[in-house]
């Protein structure tokens, strides 16, 4: 597994098992209405339909936490086709209206895991999709059809809502970074994969030298100001799959999965040269085999002590015994 791909993994994993749970739970629905229509050939295609939903939940569930974030997006589309099929060949408005409502499980995945654009998007494709299936059967009203649209649109738009709420609870409202609690949810999953496939991971803790002074001297705008910047720098800097986080005030936090220390404290070294005119004390620490998330934070935290004994303005890299002497970077004076 790439070093940098476990938070993703994770995050498609639960993906390809929610998909899963939806067609599962569709095609059952979907055997559940087949036995209430009325026998005849159009039957016989809703039990087909349905299998096809079930075959795509095992698909869904085997392969699917392999499958890159794009390769959902047309499965999800093709759950939608298969219920305008059911819609459409549903032998009267009763069942048809029954099959419809199973685009829910449609809106629900769009709302969950895609960005607001895609996940409106597949909403669209959906609720339109429904509607002109429900208009072509006959026997169902127009308003009958938008009424349904409203209420599926009504839920993706609450469920969006509450996604983002959650999401806001894990994260920094002035830098828009993970906060504590993002944090050590992330710090969960890497922890776990790094036991699993013993690639290393590393953790950082910096802080800003000085900046009581900068608020002080220069008010709270300038001192966000300043955290905002080294915010930006840092998720420039770093690569993908790091996590970086603001546990609050001036603190901040870096998580680097399959990175050993001596390459951590260099990405370090480099990332602090990019803050022409802000001083930055920065501890690195490498997590040992058999090492809790706290023991690794506290090896980090020692070694950000040393730094700004040191003098600050410096990295040092925790190697179990103290840290190393050779962590000096570029810094200056805050704001000058």
Aim: contains cysteine; hydrophobic residues 50%.
């Amino acid at each position: 597994m790439s070093r940098s791909r476990a938070p993703e993994v994770a995050t498609v994993r639960v993906m390809a098992q929610t998909l899963a749970i939806f067609y599962a739970f569709g095609g059952a629905a979907g055997l559940a209405i087949t036995a209430g229509a009325a026998p005849g050939p159009q039957r016989a295609v809703l039990f087909v339909i349905s299998l096809l939903a079930l075959a795509g939940a095992a698909v869904a569930a085997r392969w699917g936490p392999r499958w890159p974030r794009n390769a959902f997006h047309p499965v999800v589309d093709a759950a939608t086709l298969l219920i305008c099929a059911a819609v459409l060949v549903s032998p009267d408005p009763v069942t048809a209206l029954a099959a419809a409502t199973l685009v829910v499980f449609v809106v629900v995945d769009a709302a969950l895991f895609f960005s607001g654009p895609q996940g409106f998007g597949h909403m669209l494709v959906a609720g339109t999709g429904i509607t002109v299936s429900l208009l072509v059967t006959g026997g169902i009203a127009p308003p009958t059809a938008v009424g349904l649209n409203l209420v599926l649109l009504g839920l993706g738009v609450v469920i969006r809502r509450l996604v983002i709420r959650a999401s806001g609870a894990s994260r920094d409202p002035l830098t828009g970074l993970r906060n504590r609690r993002g944090f050590d949810e992330a710090m969960g999953e890497l922890m776990s994969e790094a036991a699993r496939t013993r690639e290393p991971l590393s953790a950082v803790l910096l802080d800003v030298d000085h900046f009581k002074s900068v608020n002080d001297t220069y008010g709270h705008e300038a001192g966000d100001r300043v955290l905002c910047q080294v915010a930006d720098v840092w998720r420039a800097a770093l690569p993908a799959g790091a996590v970086l986080a603001r546990h609050g005030g001036d603190e901040f936090s870096v998580l680097l999965p399959g990175t050993p220390g001596a390459d951590a404290l260099d990405l370090v070294r480099r990332a602090c040269a990019l803050h022409p005119g802000i001083s930055l004390s920065c501890g690195v620490a490498e997590h040992g085999f058999g090492e809790s998330a706290s023991q690794l934070m506290r090896s980090a935290d020692r070694a950000l002590y040393e730094a700004k004994v040191r003098g600050r303005g410096r990295a040092e890299l925790w190697n179990g015994a103290g840290p190393r002497p050779d962590g000096a970077v570029a810094g200056s004076l805050p704001l000058g």
